[in-house]
């Protein structure tokens, strides 16, 4: 259903409570005291068969028999009477449901059914539902308190998101308490029908909503999330908090791709992909919240600080440092206009040091003038107080001055006491962002800052670098798959070879004799590989010995191997040796894979390789696909991008050739939704070229035999070609 069709729950002008009891702590109750309490500018229908009146307006039996039809429905029944009330509101022609009763799929099975009822009943009608197990939803623009939560804040420009009701309702109060409005506020509980994708895809166009803060604890509808929060960014900024970072996998991984992309690392690459910003501790949100209802957002990373102690100072350049912000360089014009309200000892420098006996008057004129420096995109303000600081007026200083700029102006008041508490009460109720300690200011500054920096398009389509892939072979060997699901290294190897890829030739020699036969064909030195469908990790066994120089070392090798395999793997199927030219290894090794995760499909890693690869864990991920330009970034953001790229004199990698072997890995991967696990390890990149050494595949062979839709496996829905 479009956007549109939540016009029924944001702008409502009749309300229908179900459910509306007399006793004060009744639900519905208390949602027809908040809609009254509020000032709701509708009309409110309190559905009631017993009483004539709630709250001193008229109750009607149902939905049915109200005058008008009802634009939403609050549902306040139990859980067991929700599906007749759906049916009722279904046929009366109501478009717009809140149910706020517990007892659906969060209590087992019994409740899974009747959710699932519940749901059917609406879609039959076109109707929408938010929750059920939901704190319902404010708009108090509209005066509307759809809710039963103790109170509604003021009307403002921020959106809360969120999938914890009684997250939103401490949210609610604090707000409240810092005299912050928000636009929206949006309890989603179950998410049997609008989720986080459909209420931002709503908020996008939403003239009240200039930014978004979402709670969020999963995400239920992965391609629908990745283009509504696109969306959204594209013209106003979003904050997230993911709950749940360490949830532990049940599944063991086959591959180092899969122990090294863990679900919260995923989460991490769908979010920075669609612009999101992410915050890791609820403080971090709060904050944002802070200064982004103040007004006025930093166009730059650029801060100016003034304070009183040089000791906050250079804690706040540290944090501003670690965060890739700026600390401004104040021109020689603010300088000299500091110089004439400033006593001659001070800093002469960002941090503006005004000492330790400021008073009011210069606090004040530093800020007007540290704040109209042409470099400067915002101000934090600090004040510790000591003995002669006049801590209410250097307030109400901050306050006179913040009110000459645009700019954002944050403040740090640090200590505690009465008087402390009055000032930070004062800036509050100014709408000045006031925050405890310095790294929290810079920490809200930054967030705010990366949250409104531009946002590449999603990038849904690999670019076609010219390559066509053979398709058929392709799906030949992943159809020849053993029963095991893991293709081995050489049928993995012509796969890649399929899609364009770049890799050493190997073949399997069953006995030692074979072996010599090709090492003398290939070429020496010689690399033998264990081949055997069991065997991921070869080097854990001693399954790989390379630079072999004639054959007597082959044919030694060859058997020290099958030795050491069969007595550290004796259940291990062992079809033979693998035996490959050896390439020089005068490159960069990096490990490049891809898995499936739980919720966003189809993940690319790139990693720094070798046997340390899951200690160090240099990496990158990204949704699949990957064009060449994200190939690239991937590449960048690497620790050992100095490497790839030629450091101290040492000559690079061939980047153009890796990064065209990532786009057609990708492309591999988006064709291929019965590939679970795939993995180059290692890819050798030098300045011949990238190619690969070593291959592995896991095939999920259910898939094979009933294909899913076409890019289902995906959290990204590809772009026409």
């Known amino acids: 259903m479009s956007a549109g069709s939540l016009d029924c729950l944001f702008k409502p002008h009749r309300v229908a409570v179900v459910g509306a009891g007399s006793a004060p702590t009744n639900l519905g109750h208390m949602v027809v005291r908040n809609l009254l309490e509020g000032n709701f500018e509708g009309v409110i229908y309190p559905i009631n068969p017993k009483r004539e009146s709630i709250g001193g307006v008229q109750a009607y039996p149902s939905v049915l028999e109200t005058p008008e039809v009802p634009d939403l429905a609050i549902i306040c029944v139990p859980a067991k009477f929700v599906p007749s009330v759906v049916k009722q509101c279904g046929e009366r022609g109501t478009k717009g449901l809140i149910i706020l009763a517990a007892g659906f799929r969060e209590v087992g099975a019994e409740g899974r059914a009747l959710e699932d009822e519940v749901v059917a009943e609406a879609r039959s009608h076109g109707m929408r539902i938010l929750g059920p197990n939901c704190l319902g939803l404010e708009v108090p623009s509209l005066h509307l308190n759809a809710s039963f939560a103790s109170h509604m804040t003021d009307a403002g420009s921020i959106a809360f998101v969120s999938q914890s009701g009684a997250l939103t309702a401490a949210a609610i109060e604090w707000a409240i308490g810092k005299g912050i409005g928000f636009s929206k506020i949006v309890t989603l509980g179950n998410i049997a029908d609008v989720g986080v994708a459909d209420v931002l895809d709503y908020l996008a166009d939403d003239d009240e909503t200039d930014c978004a803060v979402v709670y969020a604890e999963s995400i239920s509808n992965p391609q629908a999330f990745t283009a509504a929060a696109s969306r959204f960014s594209a013209k106003k900024p979003i904050f997230v908090y993911k709950a749940g970072r360490f949830a532990a996998s049940a599944k063991a991984a086959v591959s180092h791709t899969g122990a090294m992309a863990g679900a919260d690392s995923v989460y991490e690459a769908a979010f920075r992909r669609v612009g999101a910003k992410r915050v890791l501790e609820i403080s971090e949100l709060y904050h944002a919240i802070e200064l982004l209802a103040s007004g006025r957002r930093p166009t730059g990373s650029s801060l100016a600080i003034v304070t009183n102690a040089g000791g906050p100072g250079v804690m706040s350049v540290d944090a501003l440092s670690a965060r890739g912000g700026h600390l401004v360089e104040i021109s020689p014009e603010t300088i000299e206009a500091l110089n004439e309200v400033l006593p ?13 006996d400021a008073s009011a008057s210069r606090y004040e004129e530093a800020i007007k003038r540290a704040v109209q420096d042409p470099n400067a995109d915002g ?13 209410l007026g250097v307030a109400d200083a901050v306050i006179a001055a913040a009110a000459t700029t645009e700019k954002p102006v944050l403040a740090t008041w640090m200590g505690g006491g009465e008087t402390n508490a009055l000032a930070i009460e004062r800036l509050t109720a100014a709408g000045v962002p006031t925050f405890e300690y310095p790294e929290d200011a810079v920490n809200a500054f930054m967030n705010v800052v990366e949250a409104a920096a531009p946002v590449p398009s999603l990038l849904g389509s690999p670019t076609d670098d010219g390559f066509t892939p053979d398709r058929e072979t392709a799906a030949a060997i992943i159809a020849d798959v053993p029963d095991t699901g893991i293709l081995p290294e050489r049928p993995s190897k012509r796969l890649f070879q399929a899609y364009g890829l770049t890799v050493a ?4 020699a069953h006995t030692a004799d074979e072996a010599v036969e090709l090492a003398d064909s290939f070429g020496y030195p010689i690399v033998l590989k264990i081949a055997s469908p069991d ?7 001693g399954g790989v010995v390379v630079g072999l120089e004639d054959a007597e070392q082959v044919r030694e090798a060859f058997q020290a191997i099958l030795d050491r395999a069969r007595a550290a793997r004796p259940e291990a199927r062992i079809e033979g040796v693998n035996v490959q030219h050896m390439v020089e290894k005068n490159g960069q090794e990096l490990i490049m894979g891809a898995n499936q995760d739980a919720t966003f499909g189809a993940v690319i890693m790139l990693a720094a390789g070798g046997v340390t690869a899951e200690i160090t864990k240099d990496k990158a991920l990204e949704l699949a ?27 690079g990698a061939d980047l153009d050739s890796l990064v065209t072997m990532v786009q057609r890995f990708s492309r591999l991967v988006v064709e291929h939704p019965e590939i679970t696990e795939i993995e180059i390890n290692p890819v050798l990149a030098n300045p011949d070229g990238a190619v690969a050494l070593d291959a592995r595949a896991v095939i999920d062979r259910d898939r094979l035999d009933n294909p899913p839709a076409a890019y289902s496996h995906l959290g990204i829905l590809p772009d026409a070609e």
């Open 344 to 356: 001659a000892a001070w800093s002469h420098a960002n941090p503006i040091d005004v000492l330790g």
């Open 379 to 391: 101000l934090l303000v600090i004040l510790t107080p000591q003995s002669m600081t006049d801590i």
């Open 505 to 508: 030739v190997d073949e399997l």
């Open 535 to 541: 065997i991921t990790h070869k080097t854990d066994v």
């Open 625 to 651: 696909p990957v064009d060449k330009d994200l190939a690239r970034t991937m590449l960048e953001s690497l620790r050992i991008w100095p490497l790839l790229e030629g450091y101290r004199g040492m000559s």
